[in-house]
């Protein structure tokens, strides 16, 4: 397959019915975005995305106003998998930076330091939440709430807290007594 034989196929949105058909090197600037063009419709998850020029489709069409200006000019299209030769997609998605990953929440990430290091110091515990990019206004809602809902179990250690996960055998004992 040479160059000029390659076509990506794009959508401006991942739900868009119209599906065009553009040259591979006509895809410009990939990147993963959870916003599309057009609407602006926000995705679960990151996507591939790349910008092309509004009139340079080999073939198809594609959902497009022209009230961003007049034509031609660049829109931002969205490039699914399903629609693609597997070779050609992953050429594009190896020329953007790799795909985010989901970020993860407070309290997501307090379970998995918890569990992974228990039982941990309550400043600790915070610390390693601040790497994390989590701020410590947030945190002095999370932690608590946790334990209320008894997500986190705390015990006291000299001055500070100590956070463990709840233990199943634990809560047997205190209903067995
Ligand atoms: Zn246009």
Do not use: F
């Not at 915070?126 to 608590?144: A, D, I, K, T, Y």
């Not at 000299?158 to 233990?167: M, V």
């Amino acid at each position: 397959m040479n160059e000029g034989s390659k076509v990506v196929k794009v959508r401006r949105q991942m739900t868009s019915y119209l599906i065009a058909s553009y040259p591979l090197d006509s895809i410009r600037r990939p990147h993963w975005s959870d916003v599309s063009g057009g609407v602006y419709a926000r995705a679960p998850q990151p996507l591939l995305h790349a910008y092309v020029m509004c009139d340079e489709m080999l073939e198809g069409e594609i959902d497009h106003s022209g009230e961003h200006g007049p034509c031609p000019h660049e829109i931002k299209v969205c490039i699914v998998k399903k629609d693609n030769d597997p070779e050609i997609y992953d050429e594009v998605k190896s020329a953007a930076e790799p795909r985010p990953e989901r970020r993860l929440s407070c309290r997501e990430d307090a379970l998995r330091i918890v569990g992974e290091r228990q039982p941990i110091l309550g400043p600790v515990l915070r610390w390693e939440l601040e790497l994390r990019g989590h701020g410590q206004r947030n945190m002095s809602q999370v932690l608590p709430r946790m334990v209320r809902k008894h997500e986190l179990s705390t015990t006291r250690s000299g001055h500070s807290l100590q956070y463990s996960l709840p233990s199943e055998k634990a809560n047997n004992t205190k209903s067995d007594e």
